[in-house]
């Protein structure tokens, strides 16, 4: 349900990026050098700071339908007209149209959000946070350095589905999915198959590591 400060529907500057996956409540520094998107910062910077974050799908040739709202929080100005742009992930959103290409897309957009739970994700949510903690520790001993959680992780089941999604590296394809589901429960079970898999592929290089070095 959209709350009544916010329109359902409305026209949003698009940014589509390779390989980056935005997500609610989580930070994206952004260098803004290209022409068209330099326009389109200035813009924004005069209304309510606010543009849609795409990835783009390279195989395809076009951004994904379902993409994370960025507002900016902090800006920098740099020679010859650059920016450095610090921004904040807020509500997801799908594409319906674009309305203009040039010189930068701005598509009408609905917002989206999660469907309301069916059971109590309490629980869920310990898991995975229990499985991250187990990979950081065997990461740790694998890499023989210290790798220490934020204090800060998200204890809220939904902001914390986002916040492990973000912190997958290198699979921004995974991370699109993980961004375009509206279960809150689905999207911890994938992110718990996800830390599982990598927890016992760890554990099983730990277990070698020890043999070895014994």
Partial sequence: MTSSSQIAVRELPLFPLPEVVLFPNRPLPLHIFEFRYRIMM???????????????????????????????????????????????????????????????????????????????????????????????????????????????????????????ASNLYGVAAEQQTLLEMQDTAARLEREADILKSTRNHLAARTVLKDTFEA
């Fill in 42 to 164: 200035n813009t924004i910077l005069e209304s309510d700071r606010r543009f849609g974050v795409l990835l783009w799908d390279p195989v395809q040739g076009q951004p994904a339908r379902v993409g994370c709202c960025a507002e900016i929080i902090q800006y920098q100005r740099l020679p010859d007209d650059r920016m450095r742009v610090a921004t904040l992930g807020q509500q997801r959103f799908r594409v319906l149209e674009y309305v203009r290409e040039k010189p930068y897309k701005v598509g009408l957009v609905e917002w989206i959000e999660d469907n309301p739970p069916q059971k109590d994700l309490r629980p869920l949510a310990r898991e995975v946070e229990q499985l991250l903690r187990d990979v950081v520790r065997l990461s740790a001993k694998l890499t023989e350095q210290e790798i220490d959680l934020p204090e800060n992780i998200p204890d809220l089941p939904t902001e914390l589905s986002y916040w492990v």
